[in-house]
């Protein structure tokens, strides 16, 4: 739970709600930054994504669990903006950011070295369906992007850079993620709740992530903690079955952090 200290934002015809950290008493409502100002409003922009005829017929089943756009709505993402979707495997969040941000837009499906095996072919087909889109392959403690980013988005993946066997140094992944994005640029992570004090311990049996633990390696890096959204809470979730549990899967108590790095 966040602070008493907080500013809320409940995005319109959105169903969950944002809760952004705030150093005042007051509570308000706070309005989506760089999109708000374009001519369709953001809503309208996101039901056009969610709608778009290129997304995938099982993607599209997982949306009322998934709450898309609560997680574009997070993210401020608008026309025009450059993301990158760090290890965006089938590409459900590819499909949504591309045609948001629009040509003048780009999103970069990053691959890492780890799956590349795998994964590669998922995002050459990301890109040979968007023109806007295109695949990124490397390590994740140096990942490179031909123009500074302004968002960097972690979709359920997180908790696997914790796991030894990855082979990833997170602190540094963490650090490169701060200098690929613009000042002021966000880093938005979704990943499943693991018990409190879990820490990262259970990333590799239960594939969750104790969010307090999460945040606190993120902010290590130079970030700001912003708020998250409630839209994919599971108050229900006990936080002890593997995700993958049948009687669980998809329903998982999940959180998305929304950090920025200083202006």
Known sequence: MLRTTAVVACAVALSGCVIIASDTSERTVVHAGPAAAASVAPEVRYADALSDS??????????????????????????????????????????????????GGHVYAFVPNQTAGRENAFADTLASTYPNTSRVTGQLETMTFDQPLDVVFMGEEYHDFTIPRFG???????????????????????????????????????????????????????FIYEGESTAVRVPGDDHTLSVFDPSIRGRTDRFVYRFRKPR
Do not use: C, W
Not at 78 to 90: F, S
């Open 54 to 103: 290129r997304r995938l017929p099982e993607e599209v089943a997982r949306d009322p669990l998934r709450k898309p756009a609560d997680m574009l709505a997070l993210m401020d993402l608008g026309p025009g903006h450059v993301i990158a979707d760090i290890r965006p495997e089938e590409g459900y969040f590819t499909r949504l950011f591309a045609p948001v941000v629009g040509a």
């Open 168 to 222: 990833v140094d997170v602190a540094a992944m963490n650090r490169r993620v701060f200098e690929v994005l613009k000042p002021g640029g966000l880093y938005v992570i979704l990943d499943h709740q693991a018990a409190d004090g879990a820490g990262i311990s259970v990333a590799g049996s239960l594939h969750r992530i104790e969010a307090a633990d999460l945040r606190r390696q993120v902010e290590a890096a130079g």
